[in-house]
C-alpha cells in the first residue's frame, strides 16, 4: 500500500509561524504542500525524525541582490545554509533589467560600485539574454535552483533603458519619460514583479564613483512610477535612502513617501538603520512610520536583525589602507607577497603618513573609521563589548588606532577580519536595534545576499536572529514563537507571498529542521566561485539538520543533496482558501 504522503517530519517541536506556542506535533507533506499538522497517522514515502528539534517554516530573505547569481548559479549561497527557503531580489533600485546591449556596460558599473560585484564576474556570468524586464523574468523563470526566488523592477536600468545617456547623467525625465517608465512598471508587476525599487542616498555610487542614476530623480517621477503600481493594483515599493533632512520635528524626505504610498495606494518599505553620525535618525522615522499606518498608509521600515558588518581584510574588497596610493604596488600581489612587502619598516610608514583617495567620500569615511572596529573572531561575536575596540586596544599599548590596526592585518597569516558595524551598534549597545526589531511596524530583512561580495556577509542573519535574540543575548530575550513569525510569516506577508511562511495545511511546504542548542555560525571566509574565479564571502552554519523546500529536502546537516526545486516566483500569491 502506498504512503499516502510524500514526506512526514515527525515529534518536533513545531513553531508554526503566527506567533503561538511551540508545541510537539508532526508535519505531513504532499504535492509541495503542508497537507497536515498534528498526530499523523499515516506514513510518508521519506520520514524525518524530529525528536528534540525544531520545525519552522522556511525563512524568507525579502532584501537580497541576487539579481546576477539567479542567472549563473543554481544555489543562492550563502542564504540557503541559513534555512532561507525565498528570496526577493531587485532592491534598492539596481539590477540588470530591462536593458539594451548598449547599456550593459552602464549597469555593470552601478553594480560594480553599488553592491560591491567585481567587472569580471558580471562579464563573466550574466548571461543577458533579455532585453525588456518580461524577457528578464523569462530567463530566469528557466532557472531550477535550491531556493524560491521573486523579483522587483529596479529603477536605475528602468531609467537608463527610457532615458539613454540623460538618464545615466540624471538629467529630469521629461512627461515623455516619466509615461514610459510608469507603463513598463506596470508591464513588470504584471508579467510577475513583486513591486519596484529605487535608491535615494549618497552611498549608492557607480564604480568611477558617479551618482547612481536614480538618486536625484524628481518627486514627479517617482510618482508618476508609483501610479503604474497603482494602475497595477498590486506590487510593493522599496528603497533606501539617507533621510539626511531628517530632525526630531520630522522629515520632509519621509513625507514624499507618504504621498507615494497615496498616490499608488500600494505599500512601501525601506531601509531602517541605527547610524551612529545620524543620531536619534531612526527615533524620528520609527514616529514617523507609526503615524503613516495610523492614518492609513501602509509603510514598513526594514530593519537588521545585528549590527551591519563592514568587513575589511587583506583579501577582502577593502581595509583602511587599501585606498592609500602606496598600496596599489601591492594589491594585486599573492598574500604571501603581500605580507611580505607590507611588512617591510618603509612601506609601513608610508601607508601610515598617506591620505587615501576614494572616489566615494561617504564609504572612504567608513573604511577609516579604525577606532570603532574590532577583529571578528571565529565564532564570530557580533556584539562585542567596548573593551574589545580597536581604540581602546591601542590605548592600552600606547600606539594609535591606525597603527594598531595594520599590525593586526599584517600579522598572522594575514588573514585577520576587522569588523566595523557600521549601523545599530551605537555605543556598543544594541538597546536600539531591540526597539526597531520589536516595533510592529517594521519587518526583518537586509540580508543582501548576493552582493557585498567582499565586504558584507550578513545572509546568515536568521540563524543569528535564532541564537542571539533568542539563545544567549545577555538580559531580555526574544520569544521563540516571535522571533519565528518575524523571519518567516511576517517578510512573506509583507511582499504579498501569503502562501508561505506557515506551517499549516495547504501552505508551501518549505520547512527547516533545527537542533536549537547546536545552531551557530563560524566565521566568513573569502572562496574563489564565482565565475572569472571572483572571490566572494561564504559564511557557514551548524545546526540545520534539515531544509526542505516544496516538499524536497535540499539540504542535510548543512550539505546539498542536489535537489532543485526552487523557481521564479511570478507575482503576488494569496493564501490557502
Request: glycine fraction near 12%.
Amino acid at each position: 500500500m502506498a504512503a499516502p504522503f510524500d514526506l512526514v517530519v515527525r515529534g518536533g517541536t513545531v513553531i508554526d509561524g503566527t506567533g503561538g506556542e511551540p508545541r510537539e506535533a508532526d508535519v505531513a507533506v504532499k504535492d509541495g504542500r503542508i497537507a497536515a499538522v498534528g498526530k499523523i497517522a499515516g506514513a510518508g514515502r521519506e520520514e524525518i525524525d524530529a525528536r528534540g528539534l525544531a520545525v519552522t517554516p522556511g525563512f524568507v530573505d525579502i532584501h537580497t541582490h541576487y539579481d546576477g547569481q539567479a542567472t549563473w548559479d543554481d544555489r543562492f549561497t550563502p542564504s540557503s545554509g541559513h534555512g532561507v527557503t525565498t528570496v526577493l531580489m531587485g532592491n534598492c533600485g539596481v539590477g540588470f533589467a530591462p536593458c539594451r546591449p548598449q547599456d550593459r556596460d552602464t549597469l555593470i558599473k552601478v553594480m560594480e560600485g553599488v553592491e560591491d560585484i567585481p567587472e569580471i564576474v558580471m562579464r563573466e556570468g550574466v548571461p543577458w539574454n533579455w532585453q525588456s524586464f518580461p524577457d528578464y523574468l523569462d530567463a530566469l523563470a528557466a532557472r531550477r535552483c535550491d531556493i524560491d526566488f521573486a523579483t522587483q523592477v529596479p529603477h536605475a536600468p528602468l531609467r537608463v533603458f527610457v532615458m539613454g545617456q540623460r538618464g545615466v547623467d540624471r538629467e529630469p525625465a521629461t512627461a515623455e519619460d516619466m509615461a514610459a517608465m510608469s507603463a513598463l512598471v506596470e508591464e513588470g508587476v504584471n508579467a510577475g514583479a513583486l513591486g519596484f525599487s529605487t535608491s535615494r542616498s549618497l552611498f549608492h555610487r557607480t564604480s568611477e564613483g558617479a551618482l547612481t542614476p536614480t538618486i536625484t530623480a524628481a518627486e514627479e517621477e517617482l510618482t508618476a512610477i508609483a501610479r503604474g503600481l497603482g494602475r497595477a493594483g498590486k506590487g510593493v515599493i522599496q528603497l533606501l535612502d539617507d533621510f539626511a533632512d531628517t530632525t526630531t520635528e520630522g522629515s520632509t524626505e519621509f513625507a514624499m513617501l507618504r504621498r507615494l504610498v497615496e498616490a499608488s495606494g500600494r505599500p512601501l518599505s525601506f531601509t531602517l538603520l541605527d547610524i551612529s553620525i545620524y543620531p536619534n535618525r531612526w527615533q524620528t522615522l520609527l514616529r514617523e512610520i507609526d503615524r503613516a499606518n495610523r492614518d492609513g498608509l501602509v509603510i514598513r521600515g526594514q530593519v537588521a536583525a545585528r549590527p551591519v558588518a563592514l568587513l575589511y581584510g587583506l583579501e577582502l574588497s577593502f581595509h583602511p589602507f587599501s585606498t592609500c596610493p602606496s598600496y596599489r604596488a601591492v594589491e594585486g600581489l599573492p598574500l604571501a607577497g603581500k605580507l611580505a612587502r607590507l611588512r617591510e619598516s618603509p612601506m609601513k610608514a608610508r601607508l601610515l603618513a598617506e591620505e587615501p583617495v576614494y572616489r566615494n567620500p561617504q564609504m572612504l569615511a567608513f573604511m577609516r573609521s579604525v577606532a570603532n572596529m574590532f577583529v571578528l573572531g571565529d565564532p564570530p561575536n557580533y556584539t562585542p563589548p567596548a573593551a574589545e575596540r580597536l581604540d581602546a586596544r591601542a590605548a592600552a599599548l600606547g600606539i594609535p588606532p591606525l597603527e594598531f590596526a595594520y599590525d593586526l592585518l599584517v600579522g598572522g597569516d594575514g588573514r585577520t577580519i576587522l569588523f566595523h558595524p557600521g549601523a545599530n551598534y551605537t555605543d556598543c549597545s544594541d538597546a536600539n536595534m531591540a526597539a526597531m526589531l520589536r516595533d510592529p511596524n517594521t519587518v526583518i530583512a537586509l540580508g543582501d545576499g548576493g552582493a557585498h561580495y567582499g565586504l558584507i556577509c550578513d545572509a546568515s542573519y536568521t540563524t543569528h536572529a535564532l541564537t542571539y535574540w533568542m539563545r544567549d543575548r545577555k538580559g531580555e530575550r526574544l520569544p521563540l514563537g516571535w522571533t519565528v513569525q518575524q523571519l518567516t510569516d511576517t517578510p512573506a506577508r509583507a511582499v504579498g507571498l501569503g502562501d508561505r511562511g506557515r506551517l499549516s495545511p495547504g501552505y508551501k511546504a518549505d520547512l527547516n529542521v533545527i537542533d536549537l542548542d547546536r545552531l551557530g555560525v563560524s566565521a566568513p571566509h573569502p572562496v574563489h566561485n564565482l565565475p572569472g574565479g571572483g572571490r566572494r564571502l561564504e559564511q557557514k552554519a551548524e545546526g540545520y539538520r534539515a531544509t526542505i523546500v516544496g516538499g524536497q529536502v535540499t539540504y542535510r546537516d548543512g550539505a546539498f543533496t542536489g535537489a532543485l526545486p526552487g523557481r521564479l516566483v511570478r507575482g503576488a500569491r494569496n493564501g490557502p482558501s
